[in-house]
Protein backbone atom coordinates (compact mmCIF):
# COMPACT_ATOMS: atom_id res chain seq x y z
CA UNK A 1 0.00 0.00 0.00
CA UNK A 2 2.72 2.44 0.56
CA UNK A 3 4.30 1.98 -2.61
CA UNK A 4 1.14 2.89 -4.40
CA UNK A 5 1.09 6.01 -2.37
CA UNK A 6 4.27 6.73 -3.28
CA UNK A 7 3.88 6.07 -6.67
CA UNK A 8 0.76 8.17 -6.76
CA UNK A 9 2.61 11.12 -4.88
CA UNK A 10 5.26 11.03 -7.44
CA UNK A 11 3.26 11.49 -10.63
CA UNK A 12 1.17 13.84 -9.13
CA UNK A 13 4.32 15.78 -7.99
CA UNK A 14 5.40 15.00 -11.92
CA UNK A 15 1.91 16.30 -13.40
CA UNK A 16 2.19 19.38 -11.26
CA UNK A 17 5.97 20.55 -12.24
CA UNK A 18 4.65 19.86 -15.90
CA UNK A 19 1.79 22.35 -15.15
CA UNK A 20 3.83 25.17 -13.72
CA UNK A 21 6.40 24.38 -17.16
CA UNK A 22 3.63 24.63 -19.23
CA UNK A 23 1.98 27.94 -17.96
CA UNK A 24 5.20 29.65 -17.11
CA UNK A 25 6.15 29.35 -20.35
CA UNK A 26 5.50 33.20 -21.38
CA UNK A 27 7.61 34.12 -18.52
CA UNK A 28 10.24 32.69 -19.01
CA UNK A 29 10.66 33.18 -22.30
CA UNK A 30 10.24 36.49 -22.53
CA UNK A 31 11.83 38.67 -19.76
CA UNK A 32 11.41 41.69 -20.85
CA UNK A 33 12.84 45.42 -19.15
CA UNK A 34 11.15 48.46 -19.63
CA UNK A 35 13.05 51.41 -18.39
CA UNK A 36 15.73 52.64 -20.35
CA UNK A 37 18.13 55.08 -18.92
CA UNK A 38 20.89 55.49 -21.10
CA UNK A 39 20.91 56.17 -24.93
CA UNK A 40 24.14 55.93 -27.26
CA UNK A 41 24.44 59.31 -26.24
CA UNK A 42 26.17 58.19 -23.43
CA UNK A 43 28.98 55.98 -25.50
CA UNK A 44 29.42 59.05 -27.90
CA UNK A 45 27.71 58.26 -30.72
CA UNK A 46 25.39 60.49 -32.79
CA UNK A 47 21.72 58.43 -33.35
CA UNK A 48 18.57 58.34 -34.45
CA UNK A 49 15.54 57.60 -32.75
CA UNK A 50 13.05 55.15 -35.02
CA UNK A 51 9.38 55.08 -34.19
CA UNK A 52 7.06 52.63 -36.42
CA UNK A 53 4.50 50.26 -36.36
CA UNK A 54 4.16 46.43 -36.85
CA UNK A 55 1.62 45.49 -39.49
CA UNK A 56 -0.36 44.75 -36.57
CA UNK A 57 -0.84 48.07 -35.30
CA UNK A 58 2.10 48.24 -32.11
CA UNK A 59 4.02 50.98 -31.74
CA UNK A 60 7.62 50.04 -31.61
CA UNK A 61 11.07 51.72 -30.56
CA UNK A 62 14.88 51.78 -31.99
CA UNK A 63 18.12 53.04 -32.39
CA UNK A 64 19.92 53.73 -35.75
CA UNK A 65 23.82 54.46 -34.98
CA UNK A 66 25.28 55.01 -38.08
CA UNK A 67 29.30 54.82 -38.64
CA UNK A 68 31.56 56.99 -40.87
CA UNK A 69 31.37 55.29 -45.16
CA UNK A 70 29.40 52.14 -44.39
CA UNK A 71 28.93 49.56 -46.80
CA UNK A 72 26.53 47.87 -44.88
CA UNK A 73 23.78 48.17 -42.07
CA UNK A 74 23.14 45.55 -39.52
CA UNK A 75 19.70 44.88 -37.96
CA UNK A 76 20.17 43.65 -35.05
CA UNK A 77 17.89 41.01 -32.94
CA UNK A 78 18.48 40.92 -29.51
CA UNK A 79 18.17 38.15 -27.03
CA UNK A 80 14.90 37.47 -24.28
CA UNK A 81 15.89 39.74 -21.44
CA UNK A 82 15.97 43.39 -20.67
CA UNK A 83 16.02 46.31 -23.84
CA UNK A 84 17.91 47.85 -26.07
CA UNK A 85 20.19 49.45 -24.14
CA UNK A 86 21.77 45.69 -22.94
CA UNK A 87 22.44 45.95 -26.84
CA UNK A 88 24.83 48.92 -26.71
CA UNK A 89 28.15 46.67 -26.26
CA UNK A 90 27.25 45.04 -29.63
CA UNK A 91 26.18 48.54 -31.62
CA UNK A 92 29.78 49.53 -30.08
CA UNK A 93 31.72 46.57 -31.65
CA UNK A 94 29.49 46.87 -35.15
CA UNK A 95 30.54 51.03 -34.93
CA UNK A 96 34.11 50.13 -34.62
CA UNK A 97 33.84 47.59 -37.41
CA UNK A 98 32.44 50.16 -39.73
CA UNK A 99 28.71 49.06 -40.01
CA UNK A 100 25.40 50.97 -39.25
CA UNK A 101 23.54 49.09 -36.84
CA UNK A 102 19.32 49.42 -36.18
CA UNK A 103 18.50 47.56 -32.88
CA UNK A 104 15.12 47.71 -31.85
CA UNK A 105 12.91 46.45 -28.98
CA UNK A 106 9.95 43.96 -29.41
CA UNK A 107 7.05 44.60 -28.53
CA UNK A 108 6.56 44.74 -24.69
CA UNK A 109 10.35 45.64 -24.58
CA UNK A 110 11.91 49.10 -23.26
CA UNK A 111 9.48 51.80 -24.56
CA UNK A 112 7.79 49.43 -27.04
CA UNK A 113 4.08 48.77 -26.75
CA UNK A 114 1.89 45.90 -26.24
CA UNK A 115 2.96 42.21 -25.02
CA UNK A 116 5.81 40.21 -26.63
CA UNK A 117 4.23 37.18 -28.26
CA UNK A 118 6.13 34.48 -31.16
CA UNK A 119 3.97 35.84 -33.89
CA UNK A 120 5.08 39.28 -32.78
CA UNK A 121 8.42 39.39 -32.44
CA UNK A 122 8.46 38.43 -36.29
CA UNK A 123 6.19 40.85 -36.92
CA UNK A 124 8.10 43.39 -35.39
CA UNK A 125 11.34 41.99 -37.23
CA UNK A 126 9.97 42.64 -40.19
CA UNK A 127 8.78 46.18 -39.60
CA UNK A 128 12.42 47.16 -38.89
CA UNK A 129 13.32 45.92 -41.85
CA UNK A 130 10.69 48.00 -43.50
CA UNK A 131 12.09 50.90 -41.69
CA UNK A 132 15.52 50.44 -42.50
CA UNK A 133 14.43 49.81 -46.98
CA UNK A 134 11.73 52.50 -46.70
CA UNK A 135 12.70 55.05 -44.24
CA UNK A 136 16.01 55.36 -44.48
CA UNK A 137 16.56 53.79 -48.07
CA UNK A 138 18.92 51.05 -47.37
CA UNK A 139 18.74 48.79 -50.16
CA UNK A 140 18.26 45.57 -48.86
CA UNK A 141 21.23 43.56 -50.13
CA UNK A 142 23.21 46.34 -47.73
CA UNK A 143 21.62 44.73 -44.64
CA UNK A 144 23.05 42.19 -42.23
CA UNK A 145 20.59 40.18 -40.05
CA UNK A 146 21.97 39.67 -36.90
CA UNK A 147 20.52 38.00 -34.11
CA UNK A 148 21.35 36.48 -30.83
CA UNK A 149 19.91 34.19 -28.54
CA UNK A 150 16.41 34.17 -28.96
CA UNK A 151 16.83 36.97 -31.80
CA UNK A 152 18.60 34.21 -33.69
CA UNK A 153 14.89 32.46 -34.92
CA UNK A 154 13.50 35.75 -35.56
CA UNK A 155 15.85 37.15 -37.94
CA UNK A 156 16.43 33.95 -39.33
CA UNK A 157 12.74 33.63 -39.78
CA UNK A 158 12.93 36.91 -41.41
CA UNK A 159 15.79 36.03 -44.35
CA UNK A 160 13.04 34.07 -45.32
CA UNK A 161 11.14 36.37 -46.40
CA UNK A 162 13.24 39.08 -47.74
CA UNK A 163 16.86 38.72 -49.49
CA UNK A 164 19.19 40.53 -47.57
CA UNK A 165 22.96 40.51 -47.83
CA UNK A 166 23.62 37.68 -45.11
CA UNK A 167 22.15 36.47 -42.18
CA UNK A 168 24.09 36.34 -38.93
CA UNK A 169 22.89 33.77 -35.40
CA UNK A 170 24.75 34.10 -32.47
CA UNK A 171 24.76 32.01 -29.44
CA UNK A 172 21.06 30.27 -31.02
CA UNK A 173 19.19 27.09 -30.27
CA UNK A 174 17.88 25.19 -33.25
CA UNK A 175 13.98 25.29 -32.00
CA UNK A 176 12.31 25.96 -28.68
CA UNK A 177 11.50 22.96 -28.03
CA UNK A 178 15.04 21.19 -28.77
CA UNK A 179 16.09 23.52 -25.80
CA UNK A 180 13.40 23.00 -23.32
CA UNK A 181 14.34 19.41 -24.47
CA UNK A 182 17.64 20.24 -23.40
CA UNK A 183 16.90 21.72 -19.96
CA UNK A 184 13.84 19.74 -19.07
CA UNK A 185 14.84 16.29 -20.48
CA UNK A 186 12.72 14.59 -17.93
CA UNK A 187 9.57 16.10 -18.96
CA UNK A 188 7.43 15.47 -21.94
CA UNK A 189 8.62 18.97 -23.17
CA UNK A 190 7.55 18.64 -27.09
CA UNK A 191 4.19 18.28 -27.04
CA UNK A 192 3.40 20.93 -24.75
CA UNK A 193 5.62 23.34 -26.22
CA UNK A 194 3.72 26.66 -26.39
CA UNK A 195 5.86 28.45 -28.82
CA UNK A 196 8.01 27.23 -31.78
CA UNK A 197 10.95 29.59 -32.64
CA UNK A 198 12.27 26.89 -34.90
CA UNK A 199 15.58 28.22 -36.18
CA UNK A 200 16.40 25.10 -37.49
CA UNK A 201 13.39 24.81 -40.36
CA UNK A 202 13.72 28.83 -41.20
CA UNK A 203 17.40 28.43 -41.56
CA UNK A 204 16.91 25.40 -44.24
CA UNK A 205 15.00 27.95 -46.06
CA UNK A 206 17.74 30.77 -46.34
CA UNK A 207 19.32 31.94 -49.65
CA UNK A 208 21.62 34.10 -48.79
CA UNK A 209 25.10 33.93 -47.16
CA UNK A 210 24.76 32.43 -43.12
CA UNK A 211 27.45 32.93 -40.70
CA UNK A 212 26.82 31.13 -36.96
CA UNK A 213 29.27 31.90 -34.23
CA UNK A 214 28.84 30.31 -31.23
CA UNK A 215 30.87 29.77 -27.94
CA UNK A 216 32.50 26.73 -26.99
CA UNK A 217 31.88 27.55 -23.56
CA UNK A 218 28.30 28.41 -24.06
CA UNK A 219 26.69 25.88 -21.24
CA UNK A 220 23.15 27.94 -21.46
CA UNK A 221 23.04 27.04 -25.42
CA UNK A 222 25.74 24.58 -26.00
CA UNK A 223 27.77 24.93 -29.28
CA UNK A 224 25.89 21.90 -30.62
CA UNK A 225 23.24 23.35 -31.56
CA UNK A 226 25.32 26.00 -33.69
CA UNK A 227 26.70 22.67 -35.41
CA UNK A 228 23.61 21.49 -36.07
CA UNK A 229 22.41 25.01 -37.37
CA UNK A 230 25.65 25.22 -39.97
CA UNK A 231 24.97 21.97 -40.94
CA UNK A 232 21.37 22.88 -42.00
CA UNK A 233 22.34 26.10 -43.61
CA UNK A 234 23.31 26.41 -47.26
CA UNK A 235 26.38 27.35 -48.81
CA UNK A 236 28.26 30.12 -49.10
CA UNK A 237 28.11 29.73 -44.80
CA UNK A 238 31.00 29.87 -41.74
CA UNK A 239 31.18 28.97 -38.82
CA UNK A 240 32.96 31.22 -36.38
CA UNK A 241 34.07 29.38 -32.52
CA UNK A 242 34.14 31.97 -30.24
CA UNK A 243 34.78 31.52 -26.23
CA UNK A 244 33.10 32.65 -23.27
CA UNK A 245 30.20 32.91 -21.61
CA UNK A 246 26.28 32.53 -23.51
CA UNK A 247 25.64 36.53 -22.84
CA UNK A 248 29.61 37.85 -23.39
CA UNK A 249 31.16 35.71 -25.44
CA UNK A 250 31.42 37.89 -27.95
CA UNK A 251 33.08 40.30 -25.54
CA UNK A 252 35.39 37.77 -23.91
CA UNK A 253 36.66 36.93 -27.34
CA UNK A 254 36.46 40.89 -28.57
CA UNK A 255 39.13 40.45 -30.99
CA UNK A 256 38.14 36.94 -32.75
CA UNK A 257 34.38 38.34 -33.53
CA UNK A 258 35.35 41.56 -34.32
CA UNK A 259 37.72 39.61 -37.08
CA UNK A 260 35.24 37.08 -38.02
CA UNK A 261 32.95 39.68 -38.87
CA UNK A 262 35.51 41.83 -40.78
CA UNK A 263 36.08 39.21 -43.04
CA UNK A 264 32.88 37.80 -43.55
CA UNK A 265 31.96 41.54 -44.62
CA UNK A 266 34.73 42.25 -46.47
CA UNK A 267 33.51 38.27 -49.05
CA UNK A 268 30.26 39.89 -48.96
CA UNK A 269 31.26 43.19 -50.75
CA UNK A 270 33.65 41.37 -53.05
CA UNK A 271 30.74 38.93 -53.97
CA UNK A 272 27.25 41.13 -53.74
CA UNK A 273 24.09 39.25 -53.84
CA UNK A 274 21.85 39.26 -56.85
CA UNK A 275 19.05 42.17 -56.26
CA UNK A 276 15.64 41.20 -56.09
CA UNK A 277 12.89 43.51 -55.70
CA UNK A 278 10.06 42.51 -53.46
CA UNK A 279 6.68 43.54 -53.64
CA UNK A 280 5.81 44.32 -49.68
CA UNK A 281 1.92 43.87 -49.55
CA UNK A 282 1.04 45.93 -46.47
CA UNK A 283 3.57 48.43 -45.44
CA UNK A 284 4.04 49.10 -42.11
CA UNK A 285 3.26 52.86 -41.22
CA UNK A 286 6.51 54.70 -39.96
CA UNK A 287 6.91 57.64 -38.22
CA UNK A 288 10.86 58.51 -37.15
CA UNK A 289 12.40 62.02 -35.00
CA UNK A 290 15.67 62.55 -34.93
CA UNK A 291 18.06 63.04 -31.64
Keep these: MI ?8 VLVYAGW ?17 EVVFTPAARGFLYEDAVFQSRDGVKLVGWYVPAPDAQFTVL ?12 MDAVSLFHEMGLNCLVFDYRGYGASEGKPTEAGTYLDARAAFDWLTQIKGVPAERIILCGRSLGGPIAARLATEVRPAALVVEGTFTSYADIGAHFYPYMPVRPFARFRYDTLASIKQVHCPVM ?18 FDAAR ?28 RWVET ?11 KVAQPCEVVTKSA
Excluded at 3 to 10: I, V
Excluded at 26 to 34: A, E, S
Excluded at 76 to 87: E, K, L, Q, T, V
Aim: glycine share 8%; with cysteine; aromatic share 10%.
Design 268 to 278: LADHPPEVQVR
Design 3 to 10: FLYLGLTA
Design 212 to 229: VVHSKDDHLVPSTFGARL
Design 18 to 34: GLVLLFMQPKLTFRPLR
Design 235 to 262: EPKRFTEISGSHNDGFLSSADRYKAAWT
Design 76 to 87: FCHGNSGNIMHA
